[in-house]
T-cell receptor, first 114, second 113 residues
Framework: AQSVTQPDIHITVSEGASLELRCNYS??????LFWYVQSPGQGLQLLLK??????LVQGIKGFEAEFKRSQSSFNLRKPSVHWSDAAEYFC????????????FGAGTILRVKS | DTGVSQDPRHKITKRGQNVTFRCDPI?????LYWYRQTLGQGPEFLTY????????KSRLLSDRFSAERPKGSFSTLEIQRTEQGDSAMYLC???????????FGPGTRLTVL
């Protein structure tokens, strides 16, 4: 069965500190990988995606993620967090073999302290 | 704004009532997906369409749920005889062709009293 694990339910970082959000997946096909961000009561905004090629992908708002096939991971990073980054972050996996429907993790809530 | 719109944004209903939500995807996108997100969880897949054809339904989609996409444009999701367990955010997403990035709408928040 396909699954995505985000081990950290909540993370608190100081403004200006670095951030890493973890994501591990179990998937029976070649995965497409995504990170989305959601503000309270809002829809999902795409931060970045990996389909193929360079395993280090750059996204919006200074985020990046690295795909590590051997570890089945796709961790999200940002070198310096801003207060406006406080939100919930979701890792998701999909593939053409499964109709591109996305399987999401449970999310990580990021709090930024000033 | 992703270009995907959903209506209404909020719906409060009493248990046993029927509700219908609408999603308008990005116009050139031929795939449309519905997801449900309950509090503290990530979105879960419900169903998807390619043009007007409904290609897959999740086991989460009980007989009380029905979705349509007439003419391959907007889609509706109807829930009959709502239950309190149906309270959730219902998200719609559209996708160009068979692969790529899904663009999500703002969601419809359903509260069943």
């Amino acid at each position: 069965a396909q699954s995505v694990t985000q081990p950290d339910i909540h993370i608190t970082v100081s403004e200006g500190a670095s951030l890493e959000l973890r994501c591990n997946y179990s998937y029976g096909a070649t995965p497409y990988l995504f990170w989305y961000v959601q503000s309270p009561g809002q829809g999902l905004q795409l931060l970045l995606k990996y389909f193929s090629g360079d395993t280090l992908v750059q996204g919006i708002k200074g985020f990046e993620a690295e795909f590590k096939r051997s570890q089945s991971s796709f961790n999200l990073r940002k070198p310096s967090v801003h207060w406006s980054d406080a939100a919930e972050y979701f890792c998701a996996v999909g593939s053409m073999e499964y109709g591109n429907k996305l399987v999401f993790g449970a999310g990580t809530i990021l709090r930024v302290k000033s | 704004d992703t270009g995907v719109s959903q209506d209404p944004r909020h719906k409060i209903t009493k248990r046993g009532q029927n509700v219908t939500f609408r999603c308008d995807p990005i116009s050139e996108h031929n795939r449309l997906y519905w997801y449900r997100q309950t509090l503290g969880q990530g979105p879960e897949f419900l169903t998807y369409f390619q043009n007007e054809a409904q290609l897959e339904k999740s086991r989460l989609l009980s007989d009380r749920f029905s979705a349509e996409r007439p003419k391959g444009s907007f889609s509706t999701l109807e829930i009959q005889r709502t239950e309190q367990g149906d309270s959730a955010m219902y998200l719609c997403a559209s996708l160009p062709g068979g692969a790529g990035t899904q663009y999500f709408g703002p969601g419809t928040r359903l509260t069943v009293l």
